[in-house]
């Protein structure tokens, strides 16, 4: 069975850092490029961060450039995205994809659990 896992949300006060981690199971991730997507409460889901399957090449949304970084262990297939001097604005659920570029959910073709952030003092 193909899944990926999300993990690493918290609740953090504003300013703060979290960790974000996404596994797979039954996917090769070194195969494929890798992103975040997340979804506020009432919101739309929106694309966060990706990665090329290597690591060569890195892009972020506007609103987070400079605070988020995303990276990956192809080793540990394994991708992460950090989160630093986090706003209650990147109050959302997390969720990462494999590929896929135009399919919701990427590769496997929907979307897994995600993890929780929220920014609040």
């Known amino acids: 069975q193909v899944q990926l896992v999300e993990s690493g949300g918290d609740l953090v006060q504003p300013g703060g850092s979290l960790k974000l981690s996404c596994t797979a199971s039954?996917?090769?991730?070194?195969?494929?490029?890798m992103r975040w997507f997340r979804q506020p409460p009432g919101k739309e889901r929106e694309l966060v961060a990706g990665i090329t399957s290597a690591g060569e090449t890195t892009n972020y949304a506007d609103s987070v450039k400079g605070r988020f970084t995303i990276s990956r262990d192809n080793v540990k297939n394994t991708v992460y995205l950090q989160m630093n001097n986090l706003k209650p604005e990147d109050t959302a659920v997390y969720y990462c994809?494999?590929?896929?570029?135009?399919?919701?959910?990427?590769?496997?073709?929907?979307w897994g659990q995600g993890t929780q952030v929220t920014v609040s003092s």
């Open positions: 039954g996917l090769i991730l070194s195969r494929y490029t």
């Open positions: 994809t494999a590929g896929g570029a135009l399919v919701p959910g990427g590769r496997i073709g929907r």
